[in-house]
């Protein structure tokens, strides 16, 4: 299974950027789907999940409410729409697959067994 995640770019404060990440190698079935990101001489951090057959997406404290996670079936793709981007944004994002998740452990990168190649978001103040 590789995982590319593609969409990065530099922004200024308060712009949009669209990530996506593409799975290939097999046809997802019912999966966790997350994004992280980290941030120079930071620990990589949570920014959302969700599950493949369904249910809300859940998102980490810093970015709910600015960033919106979504899918297509058809295309095994997940999709990060990132707005109201802030300074404090800038990272390399990362996505990952990881089994059947309970929401409550969505944010624990250790569960997810697949992660993509990062793509760098830099936000200008």
């Known amino acids: 299974v590789q995982r590319q995640a593609a969409g990065g770019g530099m922004v200024q404060a308060g712009g949009s950027l669209r990530l996506s990440c593409a799975a290939s190698g097999h046809t997802i079935t019912d999966y966790t789907m997350g994004w992280f990101r980290q941030a120079p001489g930071k620990e990589r951090e949570f920014v959302a999940a969700?599950?493949?057959?369904?249910?809300?997406?859940h998102y980490g404290k810093a970015v709910r409410g600015r960033f919106t996670m979504s899918k297509n079936g058809a295309k095994n793709t997940v999709f990060l729409q990132m707005d109201s981007l802030k300074p404090e944004d800038t990272a390399i994002y990362y996505c990952?697959?990881?089994?059947?998740?309970?929401?409550?452990?969505?944010?624990?990168?250790?569960?997810?067994?697949?992660w993509g190649q990062g793509t760098q978001v830099t936000v200008s103040s």
């Open positions: 969700l599950r493949w057959t369904g249910g809300s997406a």
């Open positions: 990952a697959t990881g089994p059947r998740l309970i929401t409550s452990t969505y944010s624990d990168e250790s569960r997810y067994t697949s």
